[in-house]
């Protein structure tokens, strides 16, 4: 049997363990929600598991399961109290919940995350069923190691992590963001077919300073500010060192943390641990693969481009460094390659003379003289981005006067508003068509409806991470890598990209249907995996079939015969 055979052979064998019902009978079983088959029994599991009479006398089919899913939502009126049924079945019948997510991605991402996941973040205290996943506090400072070995599941093999310091484009939501982490891990397993039972969300409680979330009576967090940034780190510090002995075969997800922090805490361990940071290199990967298939529309080449920014937090330097990067392997310098990006924050233009910069913007403050916030569209005029970028979290950003100034300057201006959710985005799909004159290639953060104008039908494009950091995930999961780099990020970004078709691309589509994600990030991952093997990050043997081999871990939504 060969090398590849034998890691199938014992990734199946585990797989069905899995699926056995863990030892647990009658009551105990049905309350499972990792085990349960609810109302699938057959005869012979209800005789041996002691289930007769504590079930109904039939045996349902998972589909016929699901038909009752789908009634029951249907009589849901809003996508908020969808999203409020759906994690409750995944409280109650994990299998039926991913079966039910997976039957129809296009229709039950934006439920389970963009843009419904912001609203259940701002009520995550009042929607609040039931506890999933481990909340970490600086009170058990010295013991989160005894805290880590509380989670049932030994072989924890991602942890999503966020202290809540920037929730979406919402802000500090403190332990109501404990939603982002429960939410990017279901995606890990529907968009991608991670396997759930390794997966952690994690809520890291250092405080809070939204005054608001002090002051209402059902917030789940401490109820103190948040600490001094050396404390914090301190007790990252433990919180990272815990992991490697817990739960060695982890990778941690860095999610939503301040923008400083978010840059700093993914400097300080991404040469040393496991680690990425989503809203740093996944936001960066799904925008480098929109710039590409941007290119192939206008029949130019990603080393022809020059980048204007609105945002100069964590996610627009992460974007800007890997754009770097990957102009870089196209040929240009690195000192290049930062000259065609230019970058506005919440002050003005990121220039040489500014005092209030950190380090990481530091790099694009290039000479030039100080130009406010309200002359952005000016700066578009005089520096001629052929792509406009906004991560400002400011609704409306890109106006009239913006997009107008990108259409005079680009026959085809690239428009990626990237801010979540809905109301952040810095312009609607149908403003950017409509103020270009159907001119612009254009994406969002979320997703729009098909625009009609001039006679066209134009397929907006969602710019979300989600097309990147579960193929990503599940690339880390097939190979075990020891590391995760930028690499990685711009192979996934390739990948994604090159799965648009020609057709798709005539309609202004630059990101691959939704409704085919598995498929699509079965792809990527498996042209990932290659790469970690190529830089030698893999710590099992290489496969003569990538492809094949990520498949036979992709996690299907069926109960155990």
Known sequence: ????????????????????????????????????????YTEEQKQALGLVGLVPDVTETIDNQLKRVFM???????????????????????????????????????????????????KFGHIFRHPRGVYLSIERR????EVLRNWPEKDVRFICVTNGGRILGLGDLGANGMGIPIGKLQLYTAAAGVPPHGL???FLDAGTNNAELLADPLYLGLRRRRLPTEELYSFVDEFVAAVQEVFPGCCIHFEDWTGVDAVHLLERYRDKVCCYNDDVQGTAGITLAGVINACRAKGTKLADESFLFLGAGSAGIGLAN?????????????????????????????????????DFQKPYAHAHAPMPRSDFAKAVEEFRPTVLIGVSTMGGAFDKDVVEAMSRVNDQPVILA??????????TAEQAYAWSGGKALYAAGVQFSPVSYGGRTFLPGQANNFY???????????????????????????????????????????????????????????????LVFDDGLATVDRPADMEAYIRSLVYAPQYAS
Not at 95 to 107: E, G, H, N, Q, V
Not at 418 to 427: D, H, I, M, Y
């Open 468 to 530: 990147i950091f579960p193929a990503v995930g599940m690339a880390i999961y097939a190979t075990k890598a020891k590391r995760v780099t930028d690499r990685m990020f711009i192979r996934a970004a390739r990948a994604v990209a090159g799965q648009v078709t020609d057709a798709q691309l005539a309609q202004g589509l630059l990101y691959p249907l939704q409704s085919d994600i598995l498929e699509t990030e079965i792809k990527t991952a498996a042209t990932v995996a290659g």
């Open 1 to 40: 049997m060969s090398a590849f055979d034998r890691t199938v052979a014992r990734a199946a064998k585990q797989t069905r363990w899995r699926m056995t019902q863990a030892g647990k009978r009658g009551r105990d079983l049905l309350l499972d929600p990792v085990h349960t088959h609810s109302t699938a």
């Open 418 to 427: 990237l801010s979540n959710p809905t109301e952040k985005a810095e312009c």
């Open 142 to 145: 010295g013991r989160v190691r």
């Open 72 to 122: 029951q939502l249907g009589h849901k009126n809003t996508d908020i109290d969808r999203y409020i049924y759906l994690v409750n079945l995944l409280d109650h019948n994990e299998t039926l919940f991913y079966k039910t997510i997976m039957s129809d991605p296009a229709r039950f991402l934006p439920i389970i995350y963009d843009p419904t996941i912001g609203e259940a973040c701002l």
């Open 322 to 358: 890997l754009l770097c990067a990957a102009l870089v392997d196209e040929g240009l310098t690195l000192e290049e390659a930062r000259g065609r990006v230019r970058m506005f924050d919440v002050v003005g233009l990121l220039e040489s003379s500014r005092s209030d910069l950190v």
């Open 200 to 202: 952690l969300p994690m």
